[in-house]
């Protein structure tokens, strides 16, 4: 079963953060669009139908430079750009931009010293992870390398 949307809502949105800190999203039953203003990079998941480790493992694959999916990453960031300026909220819009938003300076503290996922190509920043994954194959977190970081799990 894919997953099912509120009656007449064909894409959801939410956002994390605001300004140069934001993380905004939309996604639809299948598809993931992410836009991390202090990466300045879009991201575009395909997690396939259903629930489960399946459709969660495959969400660390990016699918944004490919020609086949251009379709969902414009119907995807259209839908969210749209829903912000009908909300007002136009700040990180900037509609001369080829993607649309606005590009904000570069943090001043590098992600790197945070980022936990250093060593993955995986969307956004921290940790993809679902209760059914907890101490399985997909728990990233029972990693010897990332025993530092005193998960204990």
Known sequence: DSAVLPS???VWIGQLAEKEKGLY???DAEWKYVYSAPDDAEYLIHRGEGEGPACDAR???DHVGEAGARGVLERLRGALQERL???GYTEPLAPGESHGWRRYPAPKLAWEPLDE???RSTV???WQYARWNKGGELDRR???AKGAYGFGV
């Open 8 to 10: 007449g809502k064909e």
């Open 25 to 27: 999203a939309a996604m």
């Open 59 to 61: 969400e660390c694959e």
């Open 85 to 87: 300026r009908r909300d």
């Open 117 to 119: 996922m250093e060593d």
């Open 124 to 126: 956004a920043r921290g």
């Open 142 to 144: 029972v990693d010897p």
